[in-house]
């Protein structure tokens, strides 16, 4: 009886269509928004399975790192990515900067950290692309709340003049006004600076050793005397960073199965001279002597054999980025990410998870952690005769702002002239 047959045929593929579509709704979360607006209109639950990381949104996993790229370029500013630098943060609370190249600091101020936090910094050598916004953490971390010093480890040179304490310390030189004309007008405990210098020549020895928390160094071959890699181990993961640095044996010894490897995958010459302008002659010396160039460096995570293998240290665009990967995969065929500013790493034992932070441009600071201490009008330096006999006072409208200050915060302050004479 084919009629019959042909009804039996039809209630069969409607409940294997009713099944399909049931899969479909319930895997892609159709749902749930359809429970949501049955309820309300409009869906109200927030979905649970966002690929994107919100700073300052997640509570860390006490087994979790999250390692944030905050720069990934190259010495040459562009909006688009930041020279080197690296935050690692830990499920015991702890956080590390790893170098603080030119526009980082900007990246680093998205990721809505209070600054009392970002107060250990390792950096790799000085390049200016590894250094170039140490100013912006430590004199823009004053002006952002940050009540602690700011602790520096870095690594000597060949010579005391090439040393992390001798670029430090002028630094503090050079900033001899700044630091002049915020005494006494903003608290200035984080105007301190703990520099930490190491032999660069240590070989995968502790420099640092706090909760649990340790800190290694090995040499680095870049440039010049100097340069050095660090290790991070941390509740049985391990995170290595290359800062800069040609293919050496140190970093083939004792990175070995790291969790999360950093590594510099610096633009090969065909890019250098086709994009950056560079002589043919220089581009090969810069990219294959001076810098690991992609294919290089597939060479390196080949040996290393990393749970991740992670390249930095090149413009990451469309039309760069086919080449630089298909040369890294001419020699290596694990895991791999090509860096790019707000890349953000979660790593446990069990899984690696990749994702880009979405950040807030309107980004303020922070509070401190500690209570905000105001300045001692004592400590000011203060104006000569000359210069302060040229102010033009609005008495009136610098009242006014005193009062409603006053008004709004509860306070009774006075403006300076209106003070009693000394
Ligand atoms: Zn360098
Ligand atoms: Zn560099």
Redesign the pocket.
């Known amino acids: 009886m084919p009629k019959r047959s042909s009804g039996w045929w039809a209630v069969g593929a409607i409940v294997v269509l009713a099944f399909v579509l049931g899969w479909v709704a319930n895997s892609t979360g159709l749902f749930r928004l359809l429970d949501a607006t049955a309820q309300g209109g409009s869906p109200t639950r927030a979905l649970d399975d966002r690929d994107v990381y919100y700073p300052g949104s997640e509570t860390r996993a006490r087994d979790e790192m999250r390692v944030i790229a905050c720069g990934t370029g190259m010495?040459n500013a562009r909006p688009k990515q930041a020279a080197?630098c690296w935050i690692v943060e830990l499920g015991n609370g702890d956080k590390f900067v790893f170098d603080i190249g030119l526009g980082s600091a900007e990246r680093i101020a998205a990721m809505k950290i209070p600054y009392d936090y970002l107060d250990k910094l390792f950096i790799?050598?000085l390049?200016a692309?590894?250094i170039g916004d140490l100013d912006a953490l430590w004199i823009g971390g004053v002006i952002s709340n940050r009540q602690r010093p700011l602790r520096i480890w870095g690594p000597s040179g060949a010579e005391e003049k090439y040393g992390t304490k001798y670029m430090v310390e002028r630094m503090q030189e050079m900033y001899a006004w700044d630091m002049g004309s915020r005494q006494g007008n903003v608290n200035t405990l984080g105007l301190q600076i703990e520099i930490n210098e190491f032999d660069y020549t240590a070989v995968n020895e502790i420099i640092y050793q706090e909760n649990g928390v340790t800190i290694r160094t090995i040499p680095a071959i870049?440039?010049l005397d100097g340069?050095v890699s660090f290790i991070l181990e941390w509740n049985g993961l391990k995170f290595a960073f290359s800062?800069?640095t040609y293919p050496n044996k140190w970093w083939m010894e004792h990175t070995k199965n790291s969790d999360l490897a950093i590594h510099e995958c610096f633009a090969p010459p065909s890019i250098m001279v086709g994009k950056q302008r560079f002589a043919v002659q220089d581009a090969l010396n810069v990219a294959t002597q001076?810098?690991t160039s992609p294919a290089m460096f597939g060479k390196v995570m080949s040996e290393i054999t990393p749970r991740m293998a992670v390249g930095y240290h090149v413009f990451n665009d469309f039309d760069t980025q086919p080449q630089i990967v298909k040369e890294v995969r001419s020699t290596y065929d694990g895991p791999f990410e090509l860096a790019i500013d707000y890349m953000v790493f979660n790593v446990t034992k069990d899984d690696i998870r990749v994702r880009m932070a979405v950040v807030d441009e309107d980004i303020w600071p922070l509070p401190s952690v500690t209570d905000k201490l105001a300045a001692d009008p004592a400590d000011r330096i203060g104006f000569t005769d000359f210069v302060s006999g040229g102010r033009v006072v609005f008495a009136d409208v610098v009242k006014w702002y005193y009062d409603q200050t006053n008004q709004e915060f509860g306070t009774s302050f006075q403006p300076p002239s209106a003070e009693p004479e000394r």
């Open positions: 010495p080197a790799g050598h390049h692309d590894h870049h440039a340069p800062s800069d001076v810098h």
